[in-house]
């Protein structure tokens, strides 16, 4: 009696699993780790959607682009706007379907395709403790001590290396190879990653680093370390947003529009300030987290959209590493 | 062959730009250099150490060995604690009112080459050195030549021997240099190959240039092979062994190779310390995932170590021996994308990810068995070839029971490099690994983009010490069974 | 005449006790198991080991006190003592200098060398060339041209067969009497030492000691030797 019990219960059980439909999600590494958003959102998500989701890591554009329509993603996360003219050429995605209106976006979203999620402004992160002045501009970068040196990424190999590359070409224009020119000798090194970057900063090896301006909240929040500060610069500054998008070929179209809805909602945005550390898209200030309301921000924004971005940016990386190279 | 599944699926136009030349010229300069100092650091320490026979020799050999696994960005971090702007030598420099040095540039990727590299030359030359018959060094003795000439007659001919295929092995670990190369470049003027094909491939989705660019790399790569292979004399067929009988009864030479030992021990083991100093206070407070991890590294290493013993022992002859060093050329960027596209068709790669992750970390790790392993079987086959054939064994019976068993020692060796070089393994795993099955070098990166630096230092230090454990234990279990 | 007193050689837990000896113009067959420690008496002479006490003296000139080179003594070993990758002969004209390009005397006494062992024409060829038998008389050469007064063989015509064994061993025995050197010849074969052997020492693990004629030594094996000779 008992045992048929049990073997029948498994056996409904097994039944339900397979049932289960799966969402895919292709997410960036730290996005789906441990630490990041991920499972958070996923132990959120799946109360109410009656599905298994599944993140897969990995190098998102290239991956989907090799994949082409036989993907099995049905959302991806983590893509960002100096790259979202490629993806959609691919015309893989499908349109979002939220009210852009409800963004709270330091500029106006006009994408339907492309969702933001979170944010932050580019900027320079620097220490506090060894920095007798901080940096209000870029040419007080130029103008830093010559014991104090900044590091930076690549462009051509990490995506916040790009976006400094875009911000400066938008601040400076055509003075923009002179700039990095100038900056040169400050500039330690560069890496090829924010990971290694911002790893050269915390050991010291660096005393500025380029990095979002909500970054000093991870110290703040879990190291209760207040040293750490990012750099506003009176020029304005260029904001990051990482997106998130339906796939067309999706083999469960109702659950991935059920996540995009998802995505806009306050449980998913509440999750986003203290796993990955930058401003929920979906929220404005008096919604967010103390800490994160208090750091300071630009007062202006300026921005490349995507298209401006695609044509700028060969351009403008080879104008920087013609000026670093020398 | 993923090269060749690259470069048929991208196209024939070959379209190099000015960066591109550049990053070539670059890379292949800083490969050439950073061999030639690894192997020329490596043969006085080396002879040092085959010729002086201390308490915990082996044992240090094998710490030594430590720099050559671990993943990069952990070492480098590691390196820049000593030599870095605020490290201890400038420290020290600095209160003593002296100048600090840069490590960014040239010099600094060099430094950090010739701290990757010594390790695996000086390892293929300490039993090259013991290859030398002792009753070369005594008839030289005897002869009372000079020192001069009993190097030139008794050692050089060894060197010539094994020198021109360390050399290449490590300039084509080099070429394929990335990280290192831009962080410690201090620029794009430090552009690797690499990085080009990262570019090209990430941010362009240019295929067609990855896979030239690739076929550049090997390009190179073949070259400096060939090289190697024509320049390698066919003298030295000997067993490697430490010898434990001094050569040299001179007191100050001693003196001298003991205080090299020191030095370049002191200049590998004070940035691993540093590794073990930063983590050491996290490794307490570690969560469990990041002991998961740890357990899925072995795991996966485990299936690795044995799978590359095979197939070492499969292509063990010289045309076997430069395939595999080929395979090192590879950009692992390109390896798993080449992989990737030819699979793909067939099965969804995700799903044998941890199959592919074995494999590749077994093929990679082939052309260090085989530099340990071939002088050995080569040296078998000559003495017990003629033995074993009257005797009428056949090829099987011979491996099986002549060579093998004289293998050992070497196998030992080669089992706990595989086990730690895949513990440590970092560029395959990314490409197809997920965060379920996360081994710790993956783990650790995770922690490193997600602010999280002191934990990942802790981790660090347990990536570190498994490392450390396989080698020791196995560099030991290969020297007891050692059928000498 | 060399002179062994107090003799002990080895190391660790296998020292060997040599009684006082004094060794004449001659050749001596030293015969004993495998591993007994002929080849390290030999080396202990040569100073390629430490003895753990005692004194060697040659024409009462201390031994011990001198570097291997300056020892009046000249070795062969079982394999290797020929340069694979120089010519015969560079192999011997080491004896006399390093350098490439000799005096025409120097040529000359090479020459001669390879003359009286039979190896005439051979300088330009390279050891693996070579026989086992010629590449033994090659090294001949080269202990002919060393012109020491004491003559050490670990076995090193080992690998040849029985013919031409002899005929080193022979040639052996001619050059020792030409230049009266003291020979001390490491053997398995009673039949090489009853061949060229004056007299016989026999080392166990734990003695060495000088049994005197080879003959008479071979005929009334000791106890300690007879699972040896059997």
Known sequence: MKNTLLISTMLSATAALAETPVLTVYAPDYFASEWGPGPAIEAEFEKTCGCDLQFSAGDLLPRIMLEGSSTDADIVIGLNTDVTKKARETGLFAEHGQKNADLKLPIEWMDGTFLPFDWAYVSFVYNADKMSAMPTSFEDLVNLPADQKIVIQDPRSSISGLALVLWVKAVYGDKAADYWTRLSPNILTVTSGWSEAYGLFTEGEADVVLSFNTSPSYHIVAEEDETKKAAIFEEGHYPYFELAAKVSSTDVPDIADAFMDFVMSSEFQSIIPFTNWSYPAAQSSDEWPEVFANLPAPAKTIYFDEQQAADLRNSAVEEWRNALSK | MPILGLAVYGGEDLNFTASDIAAIRFTVLQAILSAVSSVAVAIPTSRALARQNFKGREVLISILSAPFILPVIIAISGVLFIFGREGMINQLLGSLGQESVSVYGLSGILLVHVFFNLPLAIRILLFGWGAIPIEHHRVARGLNLNAWARFKIVELPMLLFRVPSATAIIFVICLSSFAVALLLGGGPRATTVELAIYQAFRFDFDIAKAGQLALVQTGFATVAIIISLAVMKRLDVGIGYLPTEPMVDSRTMRVIDLGMIMMVSIFMLAPILAVIYRGLPHLIALPTSVWNAAATSVFIAMPSAVCCIFIALFLAHRLGESISILALSISPLVLGVGLFVIIRPYINPFDVTLLIVVLLNAVLAVPFTLRLILPEIEKTRSDFGYLSRTMRMTAWGMWVWVILPRLFRQLGFSFGLTLALSLGDLGVIVLFGSPENATLPYLIMQLRTGYRLDTAAGASVLLLIMCLISIVIFDGLGRRYAKY | ?230
């Open chain 3, 1 to 230: 005449m060399l002179n062994i007193k107090n003799l002990k050689f080895g190391h660790g837990s296998h020292i060997v006790v040599a009684e006082n000896a004094a060794f004449g113009g001659g050749i001596y067959g030293v015969i004993g198991p495998s591993g007994s420690g002929k080849s390290t008496f030999l080396n202990t002479l040569a100073g390629f080991h430490n003895c753990e006490s005692g004194s060697i003296t040659f024409d009462d000139q201390d031994l011990l006190t001198q570097r291997v080179e300056d020892r009046p003594i000249a070795m062969l070993f079982q394999s290797s003592n020929l340069f694979p990758h120089l010519t015969i002969f560079r192999n011997i004209a080491l004896a006399m200098t390093s350098r490439r390009w000799l005096t025409k005397s120097q040529r000359q006494h090479v020459g001669d060398a390879l003359d009286r062992v039979g190896l005439s024409g051979f300088e330009n060829r390279k050891p693996g060339e070579l026989s086992g038998g010629q590449q033994s008389r090659a090294t001949l050469a080269r202990v002919l041209l060393q012109k020491k007064s004491i003559l050490l063989l670990d076995e090193p015509f080992a690998a040849l067969g029985p013919a031409m064994r002899n005929e080193m061993l022979d040639l052996v025995k001619e050059i020792a009497e030409t230049d009266n050197q003291i020979v001390f010849l490491v053997t398995h074969s009673p039949d090489d030492a009853l061949r060229i052997c004056d007299q016989t020492i026999f080392v166990t693990n734990k003695r060495l000691w000088l049994a005197g004629d080879t003959k008479n030594a071979l005929q009334n094996i000791p106890s300690e030797m007879q699972d040896y000779f059997g």
